[in-house]
């Protein structure tokens, strides 16, 4: 999957069923090891699939604190207060 709206050439946009896919992944890790997420340049993908994964461990009620979390932890020198 690419980091675009809609698909030009070879670039394939989000889809519901990476979503799918990801939730798939997610719920059968056992939290025994860590688990890395990552893309290409570490800054969108890897962070909404990062946000996705522990929202759906940690249930309703965390988003925030879900984001903000991941939002300190950003690597860019700029971070925006939720």
């Given amino acids: 999957m690419?980091?675009?709206a809609e698909a030009h050439d070879?670039?394939?946009?989000?889809?519901?069923?990476?979503?799918?896919?990801?939730?798939?992944?997610?719920?059968?890790?056992?939290a025994e090891a860590p688990i890395l997420v990552h893309c290409w340049a570490?800054?969108?993908?890897?962070?909404?699939?990062?946000?996705?994964?522990?929202c759906d461990r940690l249930g309703p009620g965390s988003e925030t604190e879900?984001?903000?979390?991941l939002r300190f932890r950003a690597p860019m020198p700029a971070r925006i207060r939720l």
Avoid: C, K, M
């Fill in 2 to 4: 690419n980091d675009v």
């Fill in 10 to 30: 070879s670039e394939v946009p989000p889809a519901v069923e990476h979503i799918d896919h990801l939730l798939t992944f997610g719920r059968s890790w056992t």
């Fill in 42 to 54: 570490g800054i969108s993908r890897s962070t909404a699939a990062a946000y996705i994964l522990l």
């Fill in 66 to 69: 879900i984001a903000q979390s």
